[in-house]
T-cell receptor
């Protein structure tokens, strides 16, 4: 059974650029959540999508956005990158209803902003 | 406001010893409390989880103890092994949202 796949694994971007990260959930999972992990702030929730609809959003600026496609794959976009956006971005998938507790994480995308 | 507080930040244990990590939460709407294990370069992996209707759950060498009145829960790793060396996160979920609220993590080192 394939796990949660995140691409790319590593990215280096320049301040001011934008970036798009991709997440393919486990087959059958309809919920995809995104988290930012940094040494200082730990794991922080960005947003969660279920059946192409954003159900919940964390306390991040509008530069952070996401979407989910009909096949449950999700993308997140960060515009006008800042140095502080350097982090490990993690995606987690689950069935999203009924068994909403089974969150499986991908290995993440390591974003470095220079 | 940190809704899930985790301690200690780091922990060193000898092989065969017991590792204990503690968490406290504030939001009484939380109804699911998982523990995640993370190795360098990997995403967090679910280790064990508990709901507030039970006080203890054991899976192999890993046990969660839950104290609803104190709003605290802890992870006990029995017979700790060097392969258990990793960062451990407690988390909580519940209410009307679908997000995991994480503790800051504990870096566990098990010396051989």
């Amino acid at each position: 059974k394939a796990g949660v796949t995140q691409t790319p694994r590593y990215l280096i971007k320049t301040r001011g650029q934008q970036v798009t990260l991709s997440c393919s959930p486990i087959s059958g999972h309809r919920s995809v959540s995104w988290y930012q992990q940094t040494p200082g702030q730990g794991l922080q929730f960005l947003f969660e999508y279920f059946s192409e609809t954003q159900r919940n959003k964390g306390n991040f600026p509008g530069r952070f956005s996401g979407r989910q496609f009909s096949n449950s794959r999700s993308e997140m976009n960060v515009s006008t990158l800042e140095l502080g956006d350097s982090a490990l971005y993690l995606c987690a998938s689950s069935f999203g209803d009924g068994d909403r507790y089974g969150y499986t994480f991908g290995s993440g995308t390591r974003l470095t902003v220079v | 406001q940190q809704q899930v507080k985790q301690s200690p930040q780091s922990l060193i244990v000898q092989k065969g010893g017991i590792s204990i990590i503690n968490c406290a939460y504030e939001n009484t709407a939380f109804d699911y409390f998982p523990w995640y294990q993370q190795f360098p370069g990997k995403g967090p992996a679910l280790l064990i989880a508990i709901r507030p209707d039970v006080s203890e759950k054991k899976e192999g060498r890993f046990t969660i103890s839950f104290n609803k009145s104190a709003k605290q829960f802890s992870l006990h790793i029995m017979d700790s092994q060097p392969g258990d060396s990793a960062t451990y996160f407690c988390a909580a979920l519940g209410g009307s949202n679908y997000k995991l609220t994480f503790g800051k993590g504990t870096l566990l080192t098990v010396n051989p």
